[in-house]
């Protein structure tokens, strides 16, 4: 099955600095890949997802980019905020609505 | 939309105490899925339903667990007998895109199961 990576597991930032966590996965078939921000004591919230047919997508101070040659994909957050400070996880998919979740980063973004 | 519903937040039992934890999707999705969280292992994907119907329970530890959807706006999640090695976060996700389509999964607050 699908194997993704992720790194680093924690990342501390000075506000107003930018944040990059990446993620590799294993399957060339997967096709679909969310990035998810967890806050403590709630449930994850999807915050960007990419489709294999695109290479980048922006929302404001979020980018996700993905290279399916090399099969990695990343998250940028710019101009970071204490707001920010939360888990991050990265998914992949190929399909049939089954996710495989990376092991988290934990991001901290100091004021 | 209330975004999906689960129930209990907290749960605190007894080992070989039965647990059940409950759900209620989004209205029109058509996918539901049951997760663990621990620090351990990360999320990990227990069970998933399309149209009412489970699809994959592979990730299911074992027997003592089963899950049930008797309708498209209610699931449920069961633990028979606990084990404090059961301990962890459950959390249910729904999803609007059939079993052949990939689709964006909608996670609720989870309940926070702890076995003694």
């Known amino acids: 099955g699908e194997n993704v990576e992720q790194h680093p597991s924690t990342l501390s930032v000075q506000e107003g600095d930018s944040a990059v966590i990446k993620c590799t996965y294993s399957?060339?078939?997967?096709?679909?890949f969310p990035w998810y921000k967890q806050e403590l004591g709630k449930g994850p919230q999807l915050i960007i997802d990419?489709?294999?047919?695109?290479g980048e997508k922006k929302d404001q101070r979020i980018a996700v980019t993905l290279n399916k040659t090399a099969k990695h994909f990343s998250l940028h957050i710019t101009e970071t905020q204490p707001e920010d400070s939360a888990v991050y996880f990265c998914?992949?998919?190929?399909?049939?609505?089954?996710?495989?979740f990376g092991s988290g980063t934990k991001l901290n973004v100091k004021p | 939309d209330a975004g999906v519903i689960q129930s209990p937040r907290h749960e605190v039992t007894e080992m070989g105490q039965e647990v059940t934890l409950r759900c209620k999707p989004i209205?029109?999705?058509?996918?539901l899925f049951w997760y663990r969280q621990t620090m351990m292992r990360g999320l990990e994907l227990l069970i998933y339903?399309?149209?009412?119907?489970?699809?994959?329970d592979s990730g299911m530890p074992e027997d003592r667990f089963s899950a049930k959807m008797p309708n498209a706006s209610f699931s449920t999640l069961k633990i028979q007998p606990s084990e404090p090695r059961d301990s962890a976060v459950y959390f249910c996700?729904?999803?609007?895109?059939?079993?052949?389509?990939?689709?964006?999964?909608?996670f609720g607050p989870g309940t926070r199961l702890t076995v003694l």
């Open positions: 996700a729904s999803g609007g895109q059939g079993a052949a389509v990939f689709g964006t999964q909608y």
């Open positions: 399957d060339s078939a997967s096709n679909y």
């Open positions: 990419i489709r294999s047919n695109v």
């Open positions: 998914a992949a998919s190929t399909g049939f609505n089954k996710f495989y």
């Open positions: 209205s029109g999705h058509n996918s």
């Open positions: 339903f399309n149209n009412n119907v489970p699809i994959d």
